[in-house]
């Protein structure tokens, strides 16, 4: 599915119950996660709708380096230039995005919540279990703003994986939330603002405490890596997920 206008400027993408995001600016787009390999055929259909073609892409963000968000990132970065970031505590697992080790044993609780596994069958269908890793070209700063369209500034957000981060738009009122802050985990089929499950995330407390300074921020738009969008403010998302067991 495409929505267009999300956020002002900002374009949704979303392909087996994960999101990926298209950023306009003057000079191009920035795109943020890369979903499946087969997530770039939607995405190139969403260029085609704005008005634009890969050649106007400037760069990759990753939040994180999970299979489901580095998907087509090799195809993009070999075959058309793009230049891809990801935050150094993630390059290692950007390159081998099956390798990472969650708080608790991954099989166990999709087993045990049994909601979750339909989302967890649509995500292999889309090529989650043929994700090539990808060697970023850069490191995220997060003491200034990225020098690519719409001039995303990132905050560390470390807990779901070491790595992780949000990207904030202040001029947009928008944060690209990444898996730090989702409305739908997909290893348990639970919605609303929460973290994700410690199937999936390393540190299930630290991911916790790396929401509250994102309750700070004047985000309007909460844009997560998983789920709808939530537009009653990033505060009263955080809020929630921090009363909610994950």
């Given at each position: 599915?495409?929505?267009?206008?999300?956020?002002?400027?900002?374009?949704?993408?979303?392909?087996?119950y994960t999101?990926?995001?298209?950023?306009?600016?003057?000079?191009?787009?920035?795109?943020?996660?890369?979903?499946?390999?087969?997530?770039?055929?939607?995405?190139?259909?969403?260029?085609?709708?704005?008005?634009?073609?890969?050649?106007?892409?400037?760069?990759?963000?990753?939040?994180?380096?999970?299979?489901?968000?580095?998907?087509?990132?090799?195809?993009?970065?070999?075959?058309?230039?793009?230049?891809?970031?990801?935050?150094?505590?993630?390059?290692?697992?950007?390159?081998?995005?099956?390798?990472?080790?969650?708080?608790?044993?991954?099989?166990?609780?999709?087993?045990?919540?049994?909601?979750?596994?339909?989302?967890?069958?649509?995500?292999?269908?889309?090529?989650?279990?043929?994700?090539?890793?990808?060697?970023?070209?850069?490191?995220?700063?997060?003491?200034?703003?990225?020098?690519?369209?719409?001039?995303?500034?990132?905050?560390?957000?470390?807990?779901?994986?070491?790595?992780?981060?949000?990207?904030?738009?202040?001029?947009?009122?928008?944060?690209?939330?990444?898996?730090?802050?989702?409305?739908?985990?997909?290893?348990?089929?639970r919605r609303?603002?929460?973290?994700?499950?410690?199937?999936?995330?390393?540190?299930?407390?630290?991911?916790?405490?790396?929401?509250?300074?994102?309750?700070?921020?004047?985000?309007?738009?909460?844009?997560?890596?998983?789920?709808?969008?939530?537009?009653?403010?990033?505060?009263?998302?955080?809020e929630r997920?921090?009363?909610?067991?994950?």
């Amino acid at each position: 599915m495409i929505a267009l206008e999300v956020a002002q400027g900002v374009h949704a993408v979303e392909h087996a119950y994960t999101n990926c995001f298209l950023i306009e600016g003057d000079d191009g787009v920035t795109l943020v996660d890369a979903g499946f390999p087969s997530t770039w055929r939607l995405v190139s259909r969403a260029l085609r709708l704005i008005g634009r073609t890969v050649e106007d892409v400037r760069g990759l963000v990753i939040t994180h380096g999970h299979f489901d968000h580095v998907g087509f990132a090799r195809r993009l970065q070999q075959d058309h230039g793009v230049q891809v970031w990801a935050h150094p505590g993630d390059f290692h697992l950007t390159r081998h995005p099956y390798r990472y080790r969650p708080q608790q044993p991954r099989v166990i609780h999709p087993l045990t919540h049994p909601r979750g596994l339909p989302l967890l069958g649509a995500m292999v269908a889309a090529g989650a279990l043929r994700v090539p890793g990808v060697t970023a070209d850069h490191a995220l700063p997060t003491a200034a703003p990225l020098p690519l369209p719409g001039r995303p500034e990132i905050i560390h957000t470390p807990g779901h994986t070491d790595g992780e981060c949000v990207v904030w738009l202040p001029d947009r009122g928008a944060l690209l939330s990444g898996d730090a802050l989702v409305t739908l985990d997909p290893y348990n089929g639970r919605r609303g603002p929460r973290i994700i499950a410690p199937s999936a995330t390393h540190d299930t407390a630290q991911a916790q405490a790396s929401l509250s300074p994102l309750a700070e921020l004047p985000a309007t738009h909460v844009l997560p890596g998983h789920g709808a969008m939530w537009t009653d403010g990033v505060a009263s998302a955080v809020e929630r997920a921090q009363q909610t067991d994950s």
